[in-house]
């Protein structure tokens, strides 16, 4: 769909993506709407251009530019590290490399998005996506060509981002170590209404969507996906989410327009009275199940 390809201009390293094949964005869609995948690319190539370029601008542009250039080009300077999908398969992902990226993802999380009237969200949210600095000790979020479904509430998308994320881990990283990674990047992430809703999509979907999933978890055997998956539900149950919810306060949220004359915004009032904290309270009272599990609660007090 995109070629990408890397040239150096005025002394730094940009990353050059180019839309080619057009139709492809259309088939991708074609199927997500049959399989009730509530995301999409981006099909019309100047509306791709505007988000890429203004997404990475809003969460990189402290140290990095993006730009349009030209028709069906975005060129965004190249990020130091390497991803996350790089240190996954060679067997050197780290407890600090996961802390670094749930930081990120909360982060990115609290801009407001007005193509979204809400909270912002990725939509492609795999460990690829996520570039790791060791010398800074920052994650950074790159490649913005999907983008969810307006229609969903702003903690499901949120959600959705750090499923897609764990899917990609659920089937390379060693079973010991499966539970303390997902519990260190979701317990540094920190937001109890996101992870509430986080736990109700943990089971595998049938259908055309399970191709999706295949893709997401590398096809990983499901039976394999299934136990993992269970045993995260059961970690995540485990969690204070009541005493988050009673703990935490609403986000602060800033603007995609990065203008100096354009003051951070707050939640607009209809997406302010669905307030995580009240949603995860009706959560809580819907499931107050206790979980006993002596191995996730040594590996939540770990």
């Not at 349009?68 to 790089?86: N, R, Y």
């Not at 913005?144 to 499901?156: R, V």
């Not at 978890?217 to 204070?240: E, G, H, Q, Y």
């Not at 009275?273 to 006993?292: G, H, V």
Request: aromatic share 10%; glycine share 6%; with cysteine.
């Amino acid at each position: 769909m995109n070629s990408i390809s890397e040239k150096v201009r005025r002394g730094h390293m940009f990353v050059v993506k180019q839309r080619n094949i057009h139709w492809l964005a259309d088939l991708a869609n074609l199927y997500f709407r049959m399989a009730h995948i509530p995301i999409r690319f981006w099909s019309k190539v100047e509306q791709w251009q505007r988000w890429e370029a203004g997404c990475f601008q809003m969460l990189n542009g402290d140290r990095y530019r993006a730009f349009i250039s030209g028709t069906g080009t975005v060129l965004a300077e190249k990020l130091p590290g390497e991803s996350l999908w790089e240190h996954l398969n060679r067997g050197t992902l780290t407890r600090p490399m996961l802390q670094a990226a749930a930081r990120e993802f909360r982060r990115a999380h609290q801009f407001w998005s007005g193509e979204f009237r809400g909270g912002w969200s990725h939509g492609d949210a795999s460990v690829t996506n996520v570039i790791y600095d060791p010398s800074s000790n920052r994650a950074r979020l790159i490649d913005f060509e999907i983008i969810h479904a307006k229609s969903l509430p702003t903690a499901a998308r949120q959600a959705d981002d750090l499923l897609v994320f764990l899917l990609d881990m659920v089937g390379l990283v060693p079973s010991g170590q499966w539970l303390p990674l997902t519990l260190t990047f979701l317990q540094e992430y920190g937001d109890g209404g996101v992870i509430a809703e986080l736990r109700k999509h943990l089971a595998l979907p049938g259908g055309l969507a399970w191709i999706w999933w295949g893709v997401r978890t590398n096809f990983t055997n499901p039976a394999k996906v299934k136990r993992r998956l269970a045993s995260l539900s059961c970690a995540i149950a485990k969690l204070d989410l009541y005493k988050v919810a009673l703990t935490a306060r609403a986000p602060e949220t800033t603007s995609l327009d990065q203008s100096p004359a354009n003051e951070p915004r707050g939640f607009p009032e209809q997406v302010r009275a669905l307030s995580r904290s009240r949603r995860e309270q009706r959560w809580f009272a819907r499931y107050p199940e206790k979980i006993i599990d002596e191995n996730v609660t040594a590996l939540l007090h770990a």
